[in-house]
T-cell receptor
Framework: DAGVTQTPRHEVAEKGQTIILKCEPV?????LFWYRQTKIQGLELLSY????????DGGAFKDRFKAEMLNSSFSTLKIQPTEPKDSAVYLC??????????FGPGTRLTVL | LAKTTQPPSMEAYEGQEVNVSCSHT???????IYWYRQVPHQGPQFIIQ?????VVNEVASLFISADRKLSTLSLPWVSLRDAAVYYC?????????????WGSGTKLIIKP
């Protein structure tokens, strides 16, 4: 059984660049989540999709962060433009109705 | 804001049984208790969930106090592989859009 896949595992960007992170959820899962994790803030929810519909857009992250779910098996998180404070690990998770969340390994983003 | 309080860190020797406590004094009657753990460079991984009394699976046991304000995750015979951050989360699973609000977790340090 394939778990949640995230690419790339590491990304280095210059300030002001646009980056796109990718996620493939567990096959058949209806819900998909994007989180940001830093040492100081811990895990913060960025976006939440249910059956490809955006349910939660993470409030404070709206202006430069845009998550999309193009089909049930693929999602992207675009950060535009990047800032050094965006340096973090970005985690994608999926779940089936009423089940626990399954996480990917994360993408470590460094913005210079 | 996270609805749970955990000790920030714990230490144990290999082979010991470890009990990680979690306080959730304002837990609602509709809320369940989830435990996840995260090892370095990986996303969080589900361990166990419960509503009341005692739950056991192949990985851990979960004890929940009679008033449900306190839970304890028990890990038998810990090894170096159990070194991780352990997160306790309470959430309303009956809400179809339920989300996880993550606290700071308990960092478990295993000594050889």
């Amino acid at each position: 059984d394939a778990g949640v896949t995230q690419t790339p595992r590491h990304e280095v960007a210059e300030k002001g660049q646009t980056i796109i992170l990718k996620c493939e959820p567990v096959s058949g899962h209806n819900d998909l989540f994007w989180y940001r994790q830093t040492k100081i803030q811990g895990l913060e929810l960025l976006s939440y999709f249910r059956s490809k519909s955006l349910m939660e857009d993470g409030g404070a992250f709206k202006d430069r962060f845009k998550a999309e779910m193009l089909n049930s098996s693929f999602s992207t998180l675009k950060i535009q433009p990047t800032e050094p404070k965006d340096s973090a690990v970005y985690l994608c998770a999926s779940r089936d109705w009423g089940s626990e969340q399954y996480f990917g390994p994360g993408t470590r983003l460094t913005v210079l | 804001l996270a609805k749970t309080t955990q000790p920030p860190s714990m230490e144990a020797y290999e082979g010991q049984e470890v009990n990680v406590s979690c306080s959730h004094t304002n837990i609602a009657t509709s809320e369940y208790i989830y435990w996840y753990r995260q090892v370095p460079h990986q996303g969080p991984q589900f361990i166990i969930q419960g509503y009341k009394d005692y739950v056991v699976n192949e990985v851990a046991s979960l004890f929940i106090s009679a008033d449900r304000k306190l839970s304890t995750l028990s890990l038998p015979w810990v090894s170096l592989r159990d070194a991780a951050v352990y997160y306790c989360i309470v959430t309303d699973r009956m809400d179809s859009n339920y989300q996880l609000i993550w606290g700071s977790g308990t960092k478990l340090i295993i000594k050889p």
